[in-house]
């Protein structure tokens, strides 16, 4: 069954980075492109960018370019998002889907919360 | 890109029907045909609901429906059940590979 495992939570500082881990099993991870979104406490879903794992190619929303980078590593099917300069505002549970095909997140991590806070 | 506009609560008895809108604009949800809907309880990750503005992904039942008119798309879940209590988002491809998600709603099963 497909399963997405996400990195535990982590505690930084403004001005900080911090590395999501999402862990892909039971389907062919070069197959799917993976997205990545977040979420705010009590607030809604924001679509972050996205990775094909067939050759790592990126496309990140205009709001984080130059501050997030996603990566994968294809020989233990795991993609990597990377967020920089880390800011308050950046506290949110960040969430690995994988990309079924156009509108589709069929199925999505448990979540990775990343608390920014001096 | 804006999130999409939907109302923040929404509730119905056990057994009725409850539509929840998805306001947007030509650039996503009247342009596309990619409307999908999320599910999510407290502390959970969302779940696949929805695709191609009405269709359903195996397993989903199919007492949940959508649809879509011009920069609108809707959510009717109907006889209501108490597990269907969950906050919902709309999604809207964008192009070029984006997406837009929506503001949510609270679905409250009185």
């Known amino acids: 069954q497909v399963q997405l495992e996400q990195s535990g939570t982590e505690v930084k500082k403004p001005g900080a980075s911090v590395k999501v881990s999402c862990k892909a099993s039971?389907?062919?991870?070069?197959?799917?492109?993976m997205y990545w979104m977040r979420q705010p406490p009590g607030q809604g879903l924001e679509w972050m960018g996205l990775i094909n794992p067939n050759g790592g190619a990126t496309t990140y929303a205009q709001k984080f370019q130059g501050r997030v980078t996603m990566t994968r590593d294809t020989s233990i099917s795991t993609a990597y998002m990377e967020i920089s300069s880390l800011r308050s505002d950046d506290t949110a549970v960040y969430y690995c889907a994988r990309h079924l095909g156009t509108g589709q997140f069929d199925f999505w991590g448990q979540g990775t919360l990343v608390i920014v806070s001096s | 890109q804006s999130a999409l506009t939907q109302p923040p609560s929404a509730s119905g008895s056990p057994g009725q029907s409850v539509t929840i809108s998805c306001t947007g604009t030509s650039s996503d949800v009247g342009g596309y045909n990619y409307v999908s809907w999320y599910q999510q309880h407290p502390g959970k990750a969302p779940k696949f609901m929805i695709y191609d503005v009405s269709k359903r992904p195996s397993g989903v039942p199919d007492r949940f429906s959508g649809s879509k008119s011009g920069n609108t798309a809707s959510l009717t879940v109907s006889g209501l059940q108490a597990e269907d209590e969950a906050d919902y988002y709309c999604s809207s491809y964008a192009g070029s590979n984006s997406y837009v998600f929506g503001t949510g709603t609270k679905v409250t099963v009185l």
């Open positions: 039971g389907y062919p991870f070069t197959g799917y492109f």
